[in-house]
């Protein structure tokens, strides 16, 4: 089968590889159908490897060349012995992270995400989204709705990022709440905040084409560009008694975008932190003590998120599809995908691989 395969920095290969073989007990063999490319992903192109192991990985046994893609959905091929909760021909997306078997501190208490032993599905997992077939565990596949379409199936993984960092914000009914940064990430936290029933928002960006097409999905949202005005002052001065907003999500990664949050959150207000910083980043520690401002972090999701966010997206509550600015094919990856979404005057934000053709 056809794959894209990561071997080193700038090294991304479409290769022929023997495809996977049929599943094992409790394992799905899925043919699949759309995969986003992540931001994740693009470090692993422009800086890696990262996450993909340099030695073969203690649980997985995963290790380079690696076959990318987490943001992804298909059809399932055929099934493994005692598997129950699918059957072939259902239309699934892919929850990726691979579970350790126990004997991890959270992992015993069903917080997968946040075990020392984790893999992901394209990351360090011999199977991704970036190829024609994978081979994943039971657990790792949920059926999805009929009205749900399968490009929104591949959608379901980066939204389950933005429904918990608005988790962990604590985002409810009335909440106003400023986003940092408006890459996918930063949109679909706005949506997911909208979800959850924020009343205002705002999202912060130095890229004015993104603060544009955000301002023509959500209308209603207040775009600041930084490098014109300060994020904190607009909050405020649109925030009822001018303290600022209840929640401030960073999704960029970068030491002024947080800087910004904890400037604009009002006193006891809540800091969440979903970007992945490159380095050390220093912040006004004075002021997280004197406002009472809880900071909190926020690592990929829950496992048990998917069914919710399926129905988010697929009631309409959260329009994921509509971050998607291009389709590709598998053969266009590398040139009009990963090199594109890293061209800084580039204007795409999400770009969707598409293996049906």
């Not at 399968?150 to 409810?172: K, N, W």
């Not at 594109?340 to 999400?350: I, P, S």
Request: hydrophobic share 45%.
């Amino acid at each position: 089968m056809r794959a894209l395969r990561f071997h080193a920095a700038r090294d991304l290969r479409i290769e022929n590889i023997p495809a996977p073989g049929k599943p094992a007990a409790g394992q799905v063999l899925v043919r699949n159908r759309f995969v986003g490319i992540c931001g994740t992903d693009l470090h692993e192109y422009a800086y890696g490897p990262i996450f993909i192991p340099k030695e073969p990985h203690p649980f997985t046994g995963a290790h380079g060349p690696q076959v990318l893609g987490h943001e992804f959905g298909g059809v399932v091929e055929a099934v493994g012995e005692g598997v129950s909760s699918v059957r072939a021909g259902d239309r699934v997306s892919v929850q990726p992270l691979i579970m350790p078997r126990g004997g991890d501190y959270f992992a015993d208490r069903g917080l997968f995400h946040l075990s020392t032993d984790l893999a992901l599905a394209g990351l360090s997992w011999a199977w991704g989204g970036m190829a024609e077939y994978a081979l994943l565990n039971e657990y790792n596949v949920e059926t999805i709705p009929d009205e749900m379409t399968d490009e929104e199936a591949a959608l379901v993984e980066p939204s389950a990022v933005a429904v918990y960092a608005c988790d962990r914000g604590g985002v409810t009914a009335g909440s106003s709440v400023l986003v940092t940064g408006a890459g996918p990430i930063g949109v679909l936290t706005l949506f997911a905040a909208r979800a959850a029933g924020a009343a205002q928002l705002f999202v912060s960006d130095i890229n004015d084409a993104r603060l544009d097409f955000v301002s023509s999905i959500l209308p209603d949202s207040v775009p600041i560009n930084p490098s014109r005005s300060n994020p904190g002052e607009v909050v405020r001065a649109a925030t009822e008694g001018n303290v600022g907003c209840d929640v401030a999500v960073e999704c960029v990664g970068n030491e002024q975008a947080l800087k910004a949050c904890v400037d604009a959150v009002r006193k006891q207000g809540v800091v969440v932190q979903t970007g992945l910083h490159p380095h050390e980043n220093p912040i006004d520690w004075f002021q997280v003590t004197f406002k009472d401002i809880d900071l909190r972090g926020s690592w990929a999701y829950p496992t048990h998120y998917w069914p919710r966010v399926i129905r988010l997206i697929s009631s309409g509550l959260l329009p994921a599809k509509r971050v998607v600015t291009g389709r590709i094919t598998l053969d266009q990856a590398v040139a009009d995908g990963f090199d594109a979404l890293l061209d800084r005057a580039g204007g795409h934000l999400k770009i969707l691989i598409d293996l049906t053709n």
